[in-house]
Protein backbone atom coordinates (compact mmCIF):
# COMPACT_ATOMS: atom_id res chain seq x y z
CA UNK A 1 0.00 0.00 0.00
CA UNK A 2 1.47 3.01 -0.93
CA UNK A 3 1.97 6.04 1.95
CA UNK A 4 0.94 9.54 1.80
CA UNK A 5 2.84 12.66 1.98
CA UNK A 6 1.95 16.04 3.63
CA UNK A 7 1.24 19.06 1.84
CA UNK A 8 0.21 22.73 3.12
CA UNK A 9 -1.64 21.01 5.90
CA UNK A 10 -3.59 18.10 3.82
CA UNK A 11 -2.35 14.55 3.26
CA UNK A 12 -1.80 13.32 -0.38
CA UNK A 13 -2.29 9.45 -0.53
CA UNK A 14 -4.84 6.60 -0.33
CA UNK A 15 -8.20 7.34 1.46
CA UNK A 16 -7.74 11.39 0.95
CA UNK A 17 -9.29 13.15 -1.37
CA UNK A 18 -7.86 13.44 -4.59
CA UNK A 19 -5.31 16.67 -5.33
CA UNK A 20 -6.79 18.17 -8.08
CA UNK A 21 -3.96 20.68 -10.40
CA UNK A 22 -5.29 23.25 -13.12
CA UNK A 23 -2.25 23.38 -15.20
CA UNK A 24 -2.39 26.62 -16.90
CA UNK A 25 1.13 26.00 -18.02
CA UNK A 26 1.89 28.45 -20.91
CA UNK A 27 -1.77 28.66 -21.76
CA UNK A 28 -1.41 33.04 -20.05
CA UNK A 29 -0.14 33.90 -23.44
CA UNK A 30 2.48 35.60 -22.06
CA UNK A 31 -0.44 38.19 -20.51
CA UNK A 32 -0.15 38.34 -16.58
CA UNK A 33 -3.50 39.51 -16.89
CA UNK A 34 -4.57 36.09 -18.70
CA UNK A 35 -2.26 34.22 -16.19
CA UNK A 36 -4.74 35.64 -13.17
CA UNK A 37 -8.09 35.10 -14.77
CA UNK A 38 -6.92 31.31 -15.03
CA UNK A 39 -6.18 31.48 -11.94
CA UNK A 40 -9.72 32.78 -10.82
CA UNK A 41 -11.75 29.94 -12.87
CA UNK A 42 -9.56 27.14 -11.31
CA UNK A 43 -10.87 29.10 -8.06
CA UNK A 44 -14.33 29.18 -9.06
CA UNK A 45 -13.91 25.47 -10.25
CA UNK A 46 -12.67 23.98 -6.76
CA UNK A 47 -9.36 23.23 -7.96
CA UNK A 48 -6.53 22.61 -5.47
CA UNK A 49 -3.72 24.04 -7.27
CA UNK A 50 -2.87 25.96 -10.32
CA UNK A 51 0.48 25.08 -11.92
CA UNK A 52 2.72 27.20 -14.44
CA UNK A 53 5.95 26.13 -16.33
CA UNK A 54 9.22 27.60 -16.23
CA UNK A 55 11.72 27.01 -18.99
CA UNK A 56 13.96 29.69 -21.70
CA UNK A 57 14.32 28.26 -25.01
CA UNK A 58 17.69 29.08 -25.04
CA UNK A 59 18.63 26.44 -21.78
CA UNK A 60 15.68 23.79 -23.15
CA UNK A 61 16.40 23.15 -26.81
CA UNK A 62 19.22 22.83 -29.19
CA UNK A 63 18.63 25.42 -31.93
CA UNK A 64 19.26 22.71 -34.35
CA UNK A 65 16.33 20.11 -32.93
CA UNK A 66 14.05 19.05 -36.19
CA UNK A 67 10.61 20.36 -36.70
CA UNK A 68 8.06 18.33 -35.06
CA UNK A 69 5.68 17.36 -37.14
CA UNK A 70 2.85 18.56 -34.96
CA UNK A 71 3.72 22.18 -35.08
CA UNK A 72 4.14 24.34 -37.59
CA UNK A 73 7.00 26.51 -35.96
CA UNK A 74 10.38 24.58 -35.13
CA UNK A 75 10.77 23.59 -31.59
CA UNK A 76 12.99 26.27 -30.36
CA UNK A 77 11.24 29.39 -31.59
CA UNK A 78 8.00 28.05 -30.84
CA UNK A 79 9.12 27.49 -26.69
CA UNK A 80 10.61 30.84 -26.87
CA UNK A 81 7.51 32.60 -27.96
CA UNK A 82 5.66 31.29 -24.98
CA UNK A 83 8.43 31.07 -22.15
CA UNK A 84 6.97 32.70 -18.50
CA UNK A 85 8.33 35.47 -17.85
CA UNK A 86 10.56 34.74 -14.69
CA UNK A 87 9.52 38.30 -12.91
CA UNK A 88 5.42 37.24 -12.77
CA UNK A 89 6.63 34.26 -9.84
CA UNK A 90 6.06 36.85 -6.99
CA UNK A 91 3.18 38.12 -7.98
CA UNK A 92 1.47 35.12 -9.53
CA UNK A 93 2.30 33.42 -5.69
CA UNK A 94 0.94 36.45 -4.08
CA UNK A 95 -2.41 36.33 -6.40
CA UNK A 96 -2.97 32.63 -5.17
CA UNK A 97 -2.59 33.06 -1.35
CA UNK A 98 -5.34 35.71 -2.11
CA UNK A 99 -7.39 33.62 -3.88
CA UNK A 100 -6.67 31.08 -1.62
CA UNK A 101 -5.47 28.17 -3.73
CA UNK A 102 -2.18 26.63 -4.09
CA UNK A 103 0.83 27.80 -6.71
CA UNK A 104 3.51 25.70 -7.78
CA UNK A 105 5.50 25.27 -11.43
CA UNK A 106 7.55 22.63 -13.56
CA UNK A 107 11.06 24.16 -13.31
CA UNK A 108 13.01 22.84 -16.43
CA UNK A 109 16.40 24.27 -15.50
CA UNK A 110 18.64 24.47 -12.02
CA UNK A 111 17.82 28.55 -12.16
CA UNK A 112 13.87 27.82 -12.01
CA UNK A 113 14.19 25.72 -9.19
CA UNK A 114 15.92 28.33 -7.56
CA UNK A 115 13.44 30.62 -8.01
CA UNK A 116 10.56 28.52 -7.05
CA UNK A 117 11.77 27.57 -4.33
CA UNK A 118 10.93 31.21 -2.75
CA UNK A 119 7.84 30.79 -3.98
CA UNK A 120 6.42 27.36 -4.34
CA UNK A 121 5.96 25.02 -1.27
CA UNK A 122 6.31 22.00 -4.00
CA UNK A 123 7.68 21.26 -7.23
CA UNK A 124 6.64 19.03 -10.40
CA UNK A 125 9.10 17.46 -12.55
CA UNK A 126 8.10 16.89 -16.65
CA UNK A 127 8.07 13.66 -17.98
CA UNK A 128 10.53 14.59 -20.94
CA UNK A 129 12.43 15.93 -17.95
CA UNK A 130 12.67 12.19 -15.93
CA UNK A 131 15.82 11.89 -16.73
CA UNK A 132 17.64 14.53 -15.91
CA UNK A 133 18.80 13.47 -12.69
CA UNK A 134 20.87 16.32 -12.20
CA UNK A 135 18.08 18.64 -11.90
CA UNK A 136 15.56 16.33 -10.17
CA UNK A 137 18.30 15.99 -7.46
CA UNK A 138 18.93 19.41 -7.57
CA UNK A 139 14.66 19.97 -7.41
CA UNK A 140 14.74 17.19 -4.51
CA UNK A 141 17.49 18.36 -2.58
CA UNK A 142 14.79 21.64 -1.34
CA UNK A 143 13.47 19.30 0.56
CA UNK A 144 9.85 19.69 -0.82
CA UNK A 145 7.80 17.56 -2.34
CA UNK A 146 8.05 16.23 -5.57
CA UNK A 147 5.03 15.19 -8.11
CA UNK A 148 6.78 13.43 -10.99
CA UNK A 149 5.19 12.49 -14.09
CA UNK A 150 6.40 9.29 -15.72
CA UNK A 151 5.70 9.79 -19.66
CA UNK A 152 7.59 7.90 -22.34
CA UNK A 153 9.24 6.71 -18.90
CA UNK A 154 10.58 2.63 -18.75
CA UNK A 155 10.43 1.46 -14.94
CA UNK A 156 14.34 1.93 -14.82
CA UNK A 157 14.09 5.23 -15.62
CA UNK A 158 11.24 5.87 -13.41
CA UNK A 159 13.54 4.19 -9.97
CA UNK A 160 16.48 6.04 -11.04
CA UNK A 161 14.60 9.65 -10.77
CA UNK A 162 13.48 7.93 -7.30
CA UNK A 163 16.60 6.67 -6.29
CA UNK A 164 17.85 10.40 -7.02
CA UNK A 165 15.39 11.36 -4.83
CA UNK A 166 16.13 9.20 -2.07
CA UNK A 167 19.99 10.08 -2.27
CA UNK A 168 19.24 13.59 -1.50
CA UNK A 169 17.00 12.53 1.84
CA UNK A 170 13.68 13.46 -0.06
CA UNK A 171 11.28 10.35 -0.34
CA UNK A 172 8.03 12.96 -0.61
CA UNK A 173 7.53 12.02 -3.84
CA UNK A 174 4.69 11.17 -6.13
CA UNK A 175 4.11 9.86 -9.74
CA UNK A 176 1.45 10.34 -12.03
CA UNK A 177 0.90 7.93 -15.62
CA UNK A 178 0.98 10.13 -18.20
CA UNK A 179 0.95 9.61 -22.18
CA UNK A 180 3.46 12.68 -23.42
CA UNK A 181 1.35 13.02 -26.88
CA UNK A 182 -1.19 16.35 -27.47
CA UNK A 183 -3.73 15.09 -27.13
CA UNK A 184 -3.18 11.53 -25.76
CA UNK A 185 -5.20 9.03 -27.42
CA UNK A 186 -7.38 7.07 -24.64
CA UNK A 187 -5.81 3.48 -25.81
CA UNK A 188 -2.38 4.47 -24.82
CA UNK A 189 -3.30 5.59 -21.09
CA UNK A 190 -2.53 2.70 -19.24
CA UNK A 191 -4.14 4.09 -16.48
CA UNK A 192 -3.62 0.57 -14.15
CA UNK A 193 0.11 1.63 -14.35
CA UNK A 194 -0.91 4.08 -11.53
CA UNK A 195 -0.95 0.44 -9.64
CA UNK A 196 2.12 -1.11 -11.04
CA UNK A 197 4.00 2.54 -9.85
CA UNK A 198 2.58 2.34 -6.46
CA UNK A 199 3.59 -1.33 -5.53
CA UNK A 200 6.60 -0.76 -7.20
CA UNK A 201 7.80 2.29 -4.94
CA UNK A 202 5.10 2.36 -2.10
CA UNK A 203 4.33 6.23 -3.26
CA UNK A 204 0.81 7.88 -4.03
CA UNK A 205 0.25 7.87 -7.90
CA UNK A 206 -2.03 9.38 -9.95
CA UNK A 207 -2.58 11.16 -13.70
CA UNK A 208 -1.21 13.71 -15.82
CA UNK A 209 -4.22 13.15 -18.40
CA UNK A 210 -3.94 14.90 -21.95
CA UNK A 211 -6.83 12.91 -23.58
CA UNK A 212 -9.40 15.30 -24.64
CA UNK A 213 -12.29 15.73 -22.04
CA UNK A 214 -12.38 14.35 -18.59
CA UNK A 215 -13.65 11.28 -18.59
CA UNK A 216 -10.24 9.84 -18.35
CA UNK A 217 -9.43 11.90 -14.96
CA UNK A 218 -12.75 10.22 -14.05
CA UNK A 219 -12.17 7.02 -14.19
CA UNK A 220 -8.20 7.33 -12.62
CA UNK A 221 -10.06 9.23 -9.76
CA UNK A 222 -12.20 6.18 -9.29
CA UNK A 223 -9.17 3.63 -9.48
CA UNK A 224 -7.88 5.73 -6.87
CA UNK A 225 -5.42 8.43 -7.90
CA UNK A 226 -3.87 10.41 -5.57
CA UNK A 227 -3.39 13.08 -7.65
CA UNK A 228 -5.03 14.53 -11.09
CA UNK A 229 -3.29 16.86 -13.71
CA UNK A 230 -5.42 18.66 -16.31
CA UNK A 231 -4.69 21.11 -18.68
CA UNK A 232 -6.85 24.06 -18.45
CA UNK A 233 -7.51 27.26 -20.56
CA UNK A 234 -10.52 30.08 -20.66
CA UNK A 235 -10.84 28.93 -24.37
CA UNK A 236 -9.64 26.52 -26.53
CA UNK A 237 -9.73 28.74 -29.65
CA UNK A 238 -7.10 31.23 -28.76
CA UNK A 239 -3.56 31.00 -30.17
CA UNK A 240 -1.00 28.14 -28.55
CA UNK A 241 -0.01 24.98 -28.47
CA UNK A 242 -1.36 24.13 -25.08
CA UNK A 243 -4.95 25.18 -25.72
CA UNK A 244 -6.26 22.92 -28.34
CA UNK A 245 -6.34 20.05 -26.09
CA UNK A 246 -7.23 21.65 -22.41
CA UNK A 247 -10.55 21.51 -20.80
CA UNK A 248 -12.32 25.06 -20.62
CA UNK A 249 -13.27 26.51 -17.47
CA UNK A 250 -16.81 24.57 -17.55
CA UNK A 251 -15.24 20.93 -17.60
CA UNK A 252 -12.92 22.00 -14.91
CA UNK A 253 -15.63 22.35 -12.61
CA UNK A 254 -17.11 19.44 -14.11
CA UNK A 255 -14.36 17.48 -13.36
CA UNK A 256 -13.84 18.85 -9.84
CA UNK A 257 -17.46 18.41 -9.14
CA UNK A 258 -17.31 14.43 -10.54
CA UNK A 259 -14.20 14.05 -8.58
CA UNK A 260 -15.15 14.25 -5.55
CA UNK A 261 -18.82 12.73 -5.89
CA UNK A 262 -16.38 9.42 -6.91
CA UNK A 263 -14.90 9.64 -3.79
CA UNK A 264 -18.18 10.25 -2.03
CA UNK A 265 -19.85 7.14 -4.18
CA UNK A 266 -17.01 4.69 -3.19
CA UNK A 267 -17.76 3.90 0.41
CA UNK A 268 -15.46 1.86 3.21
CA UNK A 269 -16.79 -1.13 1.03
CA UNK A 270 -18.97 -2.74 4.11
CA UNK A 271 -22.42 -4.26 3.13
CA UNK A 272 -24.30 -2.94 6.39
CA UNK A 273 -27.39 -2.83 5.52
CA UNK A 274 -29.86 0.54 4.52
CA UNK A 275 -28.26 3.63 5.11
CA UNK A 276 -30.62 6.34 6.40
CA UNK A 277 -31.91 7.69 3.09
CA UNK A 278 -32.55 4.42 1.66
CA UNK A 279 -34.90 3.64 5.18
CA UNK A 280 -38.22 4.61 3.66
CA UNK A 281 -37.88 1.82 0.59
CA UNK A 282 -36.22 -0.70 2.91
CA UNK A 283 -39.47 -0.72 4.65
CA UNK A 284 -42.44 -0.27 1.56
CA UNK A 285 -40.56 -1.80 -0.65
CA UNK A 286 -39.01 -4.49 0.58
CA UNK A 287 -41.19 -7.74 0.20
CA UNK A 288 -42.38 -9.61 3.36
CA UNK A 289 -44.97 -12.35 3.74
CA UNK A 290 -48.63 -11.18 3.34
CA UNK A 291 -52.10 -13.22 3.18
CA UNK A 292 -53.40 -14.12 -0.04
CA UNK A 293 -57.19 -15.04 1.33
CA UNK A 294 -59.36 -13.68 4.60
CA UNK A 295 -57.65 -16.27 7.15
CA UNK A 296 -59.56 -16.59 9.95
CA UNK A 297 -58.29 -17.28 13.54
CA UNK A 298 -56.95 -20.21 14.42
CA UNK A 299 -56.15 -21.53 10.53
CA UNK A 300 -53.36 -23.81 9.91
CA UNK A 301 -51.11 -21.52 7.05
CA UNK A 302 -50.75 -23.31 4.01
CA UNK A 303 -48.55 -22.70 1.27
CA UNK A 304 -51.70 -21.38 -1.01
CA UNK A 305 -52.65 -18.86 1.59
CA UNK A 306 -49.14 -17.00 2.13
CA UNK A 307 -48.15 -14.80 -0.86
CA UNK A 308 -44.65 -12.91 -1.10
CA UNK A 309 -45.00 -8.93 -1.76
CA UNK A 310 -44.79 -5.28 -0.91
CA UNK A 311 -43.96 -3.72 1.75
CA UNK A 312 -41.92 -4.99 4.02
CA UNK A 313 -43.69 -5.01 7.12
CA UNK A 314 -44.42 -8.30 8.01
CA UNK A 315 -42.39 -11.39 8.35
CA UNK A 316 -39.26 -11.92 5.85
CA UNK A 317 -39.59 -14.31 2.89
CA UNK A 318 -37.00 -16.75 4.02
CA UNK A 319 -38.88 -17.79 7.22
CA UNK A 320 -41.37 -19.15 5.24
CA UNK A 321 -40.94 -22.49 5.98
CA UNK A 322 -41.27 -21.40 9.42
CA UNK A 323 -44.74 -20.04 8.99
CA UNK A 324 -46.52 -22.86 6.98
CA UNK A 325 -48.10 -25.71 9.39
CA UNK A 326 -48.89 -23.02 12.09
CA UNK A 327 -52.55 -21.57 13.34
CA UNK A 328 -52.88 -17.98 13.06
CA UNK A 329 -53.97 -16.32 16.41
CA UNK A 330 -56.30 -13.61 14.99
CA UNK A 331 -58.47 -12.96 12.04
CA UNK A 332 -56.11 -11.69 8.71
CA UNK A 333 -57.33 -10.04 5.71
CA UNK A 334 -56.68 -10.83 2.22
CA UNK A 335 -53.48 -9.06 1.37
CA UNK A 336 -52.46 -7.62 4.85
CA UNK A 337 -48.91 -8.33 6.13
CA UNK A 338 -48.29 -11.22 8.61
CA UNK A 339 -46.06 -10.68 11.57
CA UNK A 340 -44.99 -12.92 14.16
CA UNK A 341 -47.64 -11.80 16.79
CA UNK A 342 -50.01 -13.01 14.48
CA UNK A 343 -49.06 -16.84 14.34
Known amino acids: MAGEIGLCGRSIGPGN ?11 HNRSLDLAKAHIDAAVAAGADAVKFQIYSAEGLYSRRTPRHSGYEKD ?27 LFFATPFDHRAVDELDEVSDLFKIASFELVDLALIRHCASKGKPLIIST ?3 TMEEIEDAYLACREVGNERVVFLQCASVYPAPAHIMNLRAMETLSRAFGVPTGL ?32 G ?32 GPF ?17 CDIPAGTVLTEAMVVCKRPGYGIRPKF ?3 V ?13 WITWEMV
Not at 249 to 256: N, Q
Not at 280 to 288: G, H, L, Q
Not at 324 to 336: C, E, F, H, T, Y
Request: net charge negative; hydrophobic share 40%.
Open 208 to 239: SDHTRGIHVSLAAVAMGASVIEKHFTLDRTMA
Open 151 to 153: GLA
Open 324 to 336: LGRPVKVDIASDQ
Open 75 to 101: LFTLIREIETPRSWLPELRRYCDERKI
Open 276 to 292: VEEREFYEKARRSLHAA
Open 320 to 322: LPL
Open 17 to 27: PSFLVAEVGAN
Open 241 to 272: PDHPFAIEPDELADLVRSCREIESAMGDGRKL
